[in-house]
């Protein structure tokens, strides 16, 4: 068993593997000699060179080894793998893209080995990154600390080492649409928060979208928090007063001043108010109904096409 698994998600990192292995090699590896390490690259269904990347690491260094998937499952469904068929002791997660500094895992080990923590989450105190990209994750979440987690850093994290017993809660307790770092904060045991800065990409473009962002607030909001179906009951009731109190005002006109109601300005506005809000009510409704569906359904997370094993031993595909 190592003492330590390093799982490393990839999807189109080309450019990005070698200098990065290099450095855990250089940063990690030899300056900690006390301890065993297996480093897991788990190529997430990539379309460019990442694959031979890692097949060249895998040919230079004995404690690599890559799980290849057979699509695009995502980057949590791709930790989930890699921490699937890790054996390390304690397991750690992070970037292929060389924005996480591989040094700080000194720290990280030193956190659970020495200081007794379960987790460590490695948080960014800054970035090197452009002003969109850095406005949109601070907005993220802030939401997410405001409506779920009220101890989720400003800035997020993604760079997180699990003890043994925090892994197996993890991996028992996963959505089917899984938050990760919800999953993380939601577990509450001993935990020690790193700041380090973020860095550049050692090469090529994230593919971290806007789109995927809103997906993930969705999911860290439904999996985690009551506040969209409380927001809908409070819609609901607001509407039945301002009708109650419509309907009011209606009835006191006809019976003190005699005045009809009359045109159909009045009722287009109500039509259109009440549809509205039953519209968006069935969509939140369904969004959660959609997710337990999908609980339900209890299918594979991920879909391994092939295994390679370190170098000595001969890469063997799933079964």
Avoid at 86 to 99: E, L, T, Y
Avoid at 243 to 254: C, H, P, Q, T, V
Avoid at 290 to 299: A, E, G, I, P, Y
Wanted: aromatic share 14%; hydrophobic share 45%.
């Amino acid at each position: 068993m190592p003492d330590y698994s390093l799982v490393i998600p990839v999807y189109f990192n080309e450019g990005c593997l070698l200098p990065l292995m290099a450095s855990l090699q250089n940063d990690v590896i030899s300056k900690n000699p006390q301890l065993t390490c297996e480093v897991i690259f788990v190529d997430d269904g990539s379309g460019d060179r990442s694959l031979e990347e890692l097949l060249q690491i895998r040919e230079k260094y004995d404690q690599v080894e890559i799980i290849k998937l057979t699509r695009n499952f995502g980057q949590v469904n791709a930790l989930i793998a890699g921490f699937s068929h890790a054996r390390g002791k304690c397991v750690i997660a992070m970037s292929a893209d060389g924005q996480d500094p591989p040094a700080i895992i000194n720290e990280m080990l030193k956190a659970y080995y020495e200081e007794g923590n379960e987790v460590v989450i490695c948080t960014r105190e800054g970035r090197d990154e452009s002003f969109y990209r850095v406005a949109t994750s601070r907005i993220f979440y802030m939401l997410i600390k405001k409506l779920v987690f009220p101890n989720m850093p400003e800035s997020g994290f993604d760079f997180v080492l699990f003890g043994e017993r925090a892994l197996k809660t993890y991996l028992k307790n996963v959505d089917a649409n899984p938050f990760y770092q919800g999953g993380i904060l939601w577990m509450g045991y001993k935990t020690k928060f790193i700041k380090y800065f973020r860095r550049q990409r050692f090469a090529g473009k994230s593919r971290w979208t806007f789109g995927k962002k809103i997906t993930f607030l969705i999911d860290g909001i439904l999996s985690y928090s009551f506040f969209p179906i409380r927001l809908l009951s409070f819609i609901g009731l607001l509407i039945a007063v301002l009708g109650f109190a419509y309907a009011l005002d209606i009835i006191i006109e006809k019976i003190l001043w005699g005045n009809p109601v009359t045109g159909w300005a009045p009722i287009m506005i109500v039509t259109l108010v009440t549809g509205g809000a039953q519209l968006l009510m069935l969509g939140m409704i369904g969004e959660y109904l959609w997710r337990t569906l999908s609980q339900v359904r209890n299918r594979d997370f991920y879909v391994v096409d092939n295994i390679y094993e370190p170098k000595n031993r001969q890469a063997i595909p799933e079964s």
